[in-house]
């Protein structure tokens, strides 16, 4: 079965662009997380959806960031506008929730994003 | 205080000994409690999951919990060169299905 797939795997960009990360969960998973992974601050949770409804986005550090979940296939992360200190990985995972606390996330292979 | 604490480490074993990591928590609603392994580069991947007071074991790898103590640990019995990665301590924290990450602990594994 294929895992969590993430595009692009690497982004370099300049100061001021804006930024698009994907995300496309494993079949049948129905909560999304995103994360974002740096050596200062670790594996900060961003935002997550349950069956495609945001939940929680306090975790996303300014208006500078959304996200969003059209459909239970897809979910974008996007930065606009991009700034040096957005340089991070970005790993997005996905669960299958049943309603209870015991789901196990499973984590896609990020998008390394440089902002110059 | 940080909701999930982890040594930084790094941790060094000899190969063949037992590896042991910590964490602690802070909420003591948590409910659920998980291991990850990062290679460096790599994304976590999920190597324990655990729920109930006690002992969980799957191969070499051993999950402790104790939630009087808020503690969970995990061991690595006969560690190889190939477990040297970043192991991380998840935490459900009794809210929705989000999980609380610590910051990970460096193993070092010496041939």
């Known amino acids: 079965d294929a895992g969590v797939i993430q595009s692009p795997r690497h982004e370099v960009t300049e100061m001021g662009q804006e930024v698009t990360l994907r995300c496309k969960p494993i079949?049948?998973?129905?909560?999304l997380f995103w994360y974002r992974q740096t050596m200062m601050r670790g594996l900060e949770l961003l935002i997550y959806f349950n069956n495609n409804v945001p939940i929680d986005d306090s975790g996303m550090p300014e208006d500078r960031f959304s996200a969003k979940m059209p459909n239970a296939s897809f979910s974008t992360l996007k930065i606009q506008p991009s700034e040096p200190r957005d340089s991070a990985v970005y790993f997005c995972?996905?669960?299958?929730?049943?309603?209870?606390?015991?789901?196990?996330?499973?984590f896609g292979p990020g998008t390394r994003l440089t902002v110059l | 205080q940080k909701e999930v604490e982890q040594n930084s480490g790094p941790l060094s074993v000899p190969e063949g000994a037992i590896a042991s990591l910590n964490c602690t928590y802070s909420d003591r609603g948590s409910q659920s409690f998980f291991w990850y392994r990062q290679y460096s580069g790599k994304s976590p991947e999920l190597i324990m999951s655990i729920y109930s007071n006690g002992d969980k074991e799957d191969g070499r790898f051993t999950a402790q919990l104790n939630k009087a103590s808020q503690y969970v640990s995990l061991l690595i019995r006969d560690s190889q060169p190939s477990d040297s990665a970043t192991y991380l301590c998840a935490v459900n924290p009794g809210y929705g299905n989000k999980l609380v990450f610590g910051a990970g602990t460096i193993l070092r594994v010496k041939s």
């Open positions: 079949s049948g998973h129905n909560s």
């Open positions: 995972a996905t669960t299958k929730s049943y309603g209870g606390y015991y789901n196990e996330q499973f």
